[in-house]
């Protein structure tokens, strides 16, 4: 592994029954560096983000981590629920917030960890959680404020825009001081101008946090723009991995699915 | 010798009224989408209806039943309209909280409808058996036991090669395709209320002559078709009928055998266990989660 | 115009005080509820309706730790009842076993710990109605424990004057310690609520909503999905026996036959009416569930308590699924509708 690589797929297979939804994957990501999983529906993508985020943990192959100390983990040695202690944190193509909480709730959510506090003392309400509870209180917002949706803070996620929660799963991942990043289709359904102040979070998002930044889009023009490099895949396998003008100009991914090229 | 046959026979019958119970369960859990905790208590609430009948205005148990069943098909229709259609789009947790409510009601009316005291429900056929391996098989268990099987084969039938069973079959899997598809779901969904009503009745009516018809008189049968339901896997329908039996079975043999107050408590333990092991039943599958 | 402004800075700063401080709140209802201890003394009131209110004290406890369960982390328990029973026959059994009231407490508190993480880690493969069925099976057996085995003493465990901390002796036959023990019932629920409060606006309470609203995303956030569940079981069957002990403390026995399924369901109704994660909702739940139909209906139409609850938590699901604690504005709109419509009487009458 290079040295300032941050996450190596080697030669994965996920397998459900007869179905080989992921076919000898290989990625390398590298610090900094922002790249993009594409490929057509059923290509295998999620089952990607699921393998390495150990949601699934039966596939073949390796999924390693480099994290902050330099040490190489195999991911697979980790529960679902330690991988963002690593520093990997994702967001879900299906919104997954509480509705029921306010935003800032939700965001505090993602420092879930960082509290070393336990239930008998939050039953009491010692001095140590409330010194935590407002520590990480302060940490959420910032994070907000970086987000541009401090005066939101308050508000019910129930009843919220689309393009909002949106926001708030991203800016729950950041409360975890995230090494890498894996966003799961961040541009759907957002509109032109939404994608656009996507893409400039993204880009903050990387420089601000030194942050590596994985995403699944369907978006091509928001793809092509954003992403330092494109892996392209179909049927689980690698088609082929390269530049955003590498990639367009791929004849094997153009047949798969880029059809009539930009969506926009 | 005779234990066993008699085990056998007694088990029969009681894994009958368990199936009739859990096969109503399963009906209402797959076709209208709610876990509905109040079978027993609808079932008892019918089977009073009979007992009235019966005791109070002297009736044959023939002409009782009936009724009975007519009544229970309405108060499955009633219960569908009134109470779970509005609250078709909450949450499950929902649903059943309305389930739980409808038990508050029916045990809240039955004293006013038909009185405290508890009332005795007569046979299909009061007296006579035949003698197998030395021990005695009333008319009565072969009765209602043939007529549990009849009448659970003749729903598998119609759910399988009729066109409303298909219906049902495809509402069970997937709702709001079958209603694109132009599937008339709400009417499944309440086919499938009057339906379980009227097994739920049929179990009390088979299981009351053998105490009598009060309040909580189908506890054990409503606790039995919900174990029977889950143990049998609540993703067909043969699989609760089929795992209703065989409790039924291992039960009697347990208080038997074991501990006539604490054998029923045995057999559901070991069955929490199984269902540790394999939560979705004896013929259940785990479906696949897609994050 | 000075005096007026000072007595309305007095009132902002007061209403301000109890708005940032919820446990002010709650000692201040707790206060305000003391009031009833004394009122049977003065001949205000019957010494039975001191008894509902002791009764809706105890059920709003237990329904605290149902609220956790239900509420939080979305898991319904039919075996509540069974577990107020356990602590009511529990500490039947020890204090007649001669240990000092503390200890059996003690005790009571310790088995409601190993009992809830007990079945905590069994619930943990279970979903949805399986998890009912599991809970439905404890609530039966725990009934049949009750009422078969013999050192519950069949009918029920009679207690006799308890002395606590050592030496005050409390005997329910004295109206004075009767309505100590009142006292104390409300100041256990006056914890409770500041305990479950400080519980909900934690890190475990946040916790406790992901894992049940998003079980992927706890996961993902390092949500421990088992040790959450294990918790909210220990704390909803430990506030249950709780209950149970105030119960025996109360009316110094302890019955076997009274902890039924159905006491089970009038306690998740108390939850439901109330309002998930509310406060004040579950002594509102308790009231209404309990308290109305043994308060006022009983006398007009009979026992209707059940179809009442039946019906009143089915109108809860349908038009407030939050509970009747978030109708304020509704009740409030319906007030100003009522009130309009006396004003425009005495208008047409004036005309």
Known sequence: MSKNTVLKIDDVVMRFGGLTAVDHLNLEIKEGEI???????????????????????????????????????????KKVTEIIDLGLVRTFQNIELIPDLSIIDNVMIGAHNQFKTGLVQHLLSTPKVRKEEKRIYDKALDVLAF??????????????????????????????????????????????????????????????YNASILLIEHDMGFVMNICDRIAAINFGKNIATDTPAKIQAHPNVQEAYLGKGDDE | ??????????????????????????????????????????????????????????WSIWAAVPIALVTAFITGVVIDKIFIRPAQNSKPMHKQIITLGIIMILTGI?????????????????????????????????????????????????????????????????????????????????????????LGALAGIIIAPQSSVNPTFMLDVQVSAFFAAVFGGLQTFFGPVF?????????????????????????????LLFLYFKPYGLFGEAPVEKV | MTEKTNSTITKNTIITFFKERPWAQYILFGVLLSSIAFLPQIGVMRNSTMSIFALIIIY??????????????????????????????????????GLPFEVAVLLVILSGIVIGAFIGILSLKSQGIYLAITTLFVQEILRQIYTSVGIFGGERIDIGTITILGGIELNRFNFAHRSIIFLILIAVMVIIMIIFRNLIKSRSGRAFMAMSRSKSAAAAMGVNIMKYRVYAFIIATVFAMLAGVLYAMYYQSAPTRAWTLDLSLLLLAMVVAGGFKSVFGMFLGAFVVYGIPTLFLEDIFGDVSEIFAGLLIILVVLFYPQGLIHSGPDIKKGFKKIVGLFRKKEVTQDE
Request: net charge neutral.
């Open chain 1, 35 to 77: 790249v993009g999983l594409i490929g057509p529906n059923g290509a295998g993508k999620t089952t990607v983000f699921n393998c390495i985020t150990q949601f699934y943990d039966s596939y073949e192959g390796s999924i390693t981590f480099n994290n902050e100390d330099g040490e190489t983990i195999d991911l697979k040695s």
């Open chain 1, 147 to 208: 987000m541009n949706m401090s005066d939101l803070k308050d508000q019910m996620v129930h009843g919220q825009p689309y393009g909002i929660l949106k926001k708030v799963e991203v800016a729950r991942t950041l409360m975890s001081d995230p090494r890498l990043i894996i966003l799961d289709e961040p541009a759907a359904g957002l509109n032109d101008s939404e994608t656009d102040e996507l893409e400039t979070l993204i880009y903050k998002i990387r420089d601000e």
């Open chain 2, 1 to 58: 010798m005779d234990n066993v046959v008699r085990i056998l026979f007694n088990s029969l019958q009681t894994g009958a009224v368990y199936a009739l119970a859990a096969l109503g369960i399963v009906l209402i859990f797959r076709a209208g989408k709610v876990t509905n905790f109040a079978q027993g208590m609808i079932g008892t609430f019918n089977a009073y209806v009979a007992a009235v009948f019966f005791r109070w205005l002297g």
């Open chain 2, 110 to 198: 039955i004293p006013f409808i038909f009185g405290v005291d508890p009332i005795r429900l007569g046979r299909f056929f009061p007296t006579g058996g035949v003698d197998i391996l030395g021990t005695t098989l009333r008319f009565n268990t072969m009765f209602t036991v043939a007529l549990s099987v009849a009448l659970m084969g003749a729903i598998f039938w119609f759910i399988q090669y009729t066109r409303w069973g298909l219906a049902i079959r495809v509402t069970a899997s997937n709702k709001v395709t079958s209603q694109l598809m132009g599937v008339p779901t709400n009417t499944v969904t309440m086919m499938a209320w009057a339906t379980a009503a009227m």
């Open chain 2, 243 to 271: 795992a209703a039996f065989i409790i039924a079975l291992a039960r009697n043999s347990a208080m038997f055998y074991l501990s006539d107050i604490w054998g029923n408590a045995i057999v559901y333990i070991l069955i």
């Open chain 3, 60 to 97: 709003t406890i237990a329904a605290f730790g149902l609220n956790l369960l239900l509420g939080f982390s979305a898991l319904i328990s039919l075996a509540t009842a069974g577990f107020i029973g356990g602590g009511a026959l529990g500490i039947g059994i020890f204090l007649n076993m």
